[in-house]
């Protein structure tokens, strides 16, 4: 039995909760929250014994396995460095931290801690991506010469996720993550990257924030692959999630929001039917079993797995941190308006 503690009571927690749903050998004992009545309601609602406004009490608690860290991105490297003090092994949702020095400084505690460490990148545990991976695998598109990966919403759900003084930058940084990840997860054994290009602008929420709403990134790979992401706070119509994987014997492509089985048309109203949905009447696609579909159960099953087993996650802090050396190259380029060498991690 793996006995998790929570660090976080929100948007985040709530999805791994779902994915921990069906997955066994586990028991969650206690949630954090710096708001006592969120700690308190989250723990009602999904049967948790104990809450507390206090990180310690979960990274010191004797009868805590694993933590997970579901936190806005500014606490991060603060939540880390306390569970790898406390020889805590954890899982930390993406992306792993605001920078690529704070993501150093994460990975060199557990390393030197000797701790296990996920990094709870939803979209390489997805089925739709794990399966491409494994037809890549099976050779049945050949080599992969591009992956072109677009997320796009009207915006964040939280206030904080507007402030790149918290997150760490906008747009390109919330959603980029995944895209990359899943570039870096199609291409995997194929290429290393090592230079990129990247845009970002505030074309709407200019009352908002003062970080990009819309980014593109181009990211070259040493054998001339290339990779596109697209990320936007400016798109209508919910989470728009979609891969695309070019080879040189066929393609795959992946779209888990808007190619649903489910179409609905009502003009009562339908509740809620999809992540950073805007209406609920009207033509709807509803998102058949959001965790799984997304990644959250795979993904919690595995971290479970291996923290029962003694096994080395295959999303670790190492993946995150080359995420964050990416994207600190790609902010650079959106300044130098300039193709960026990708640092050698």
Not at 199 to 216: F, I, P, Q, S
Not at 246 to 274: I, M, N, Q, S
Request: proline residues 4%; contains cysteine; charged residues 25%.
């Amino acid at each position: 039995m793996v006995r998790i503690g929570f660090l976080g009571s929100g948007f985040v927690a709530t999805f791994y909760q779902q994915g921990l749903r069906d997955v066994p050998d586990h028991e969650v004992v206690i949630n954090y929250s710096q708001s006592e009545d969120r700690a308190g309601a989250f723990a009602q609602e999904w049967g948790i014994a104990r809450s507390t406004t206090h990180m310690e009490d979960v990274v010191q608690s004797d009868d805590v396995d694993l933590v997970l860290i579901a936190l806005p991105n500014h606490l991060h490297r603060e939540a880390a460095l306390m569970c790898a003090a406390a020889g805590k092994d954890m899982v930390c949702t993406k992306p792993l931290a605001r920078h690529a020095d704070e993501a150093r400084d994460m990975l060199d505690a557990v390393r030197e801690a000797g701790v296990m460490n996920g990094y709870a990148e939803t979209e390489v545990f997805s089925p739709a991506v794990m399966q491409t991976r494994g037809m890549i695998e099976d050779g049945s598109i050949g080599r992969v010469m591009s992956v072109r990966s677009r997320e796009s919403h009207i915006g964040p759900h939280s206030p904080h996720f507007w402030d790149p003084e918290l997150t760490g930058g906008g747009a390109l940084n919330d959603m980029g993550c995944h895209c990359i990840s899943a570039a870096l997860y199609f291409l995997e054994g194929q290429a290393k990257p090592v230079e990129c290009l990247a845009w970002g602008e505030r074309l709407m929420h200019h009352d908002k924030t003062e970080a990009e709403d819309n980014a593109v990134l181009l990211l070259r790979f040493e054998g001339g692959e290339m990779s596109i992401t697209e990320t936007s706070w400016t798109a209508h119509g919910g989470l728009d999630l979609r891969n695309e994987v070019y080879g040189t014997e066929g393609v795959a492509f992946t779209d888990v929001t808007r190619g649903t089985p489910l179409r609905a048309f009502t003009l009562t109203g339908a509740g809620y039917t999809v992540e950073k949905a805007e209406s609920d009447t009207g033509w709807l696609f509803p998102c058949v079993d959001e965790a799984r579909v997304y990644g959250y159960h795979e993904e919690m099953r595995h971290f479970v797995e291996c923290k029962e087993k003694g096994l080395t996650p295959r999303q670790t802090f190492e993946d995150g941190y080359l995420v964050n050396v990416i994207l600190d190259a790609a902010y650079k380029s959106m300044e130098s308006k300039k193709w960026e060498p990708i640092p050698q991690v």
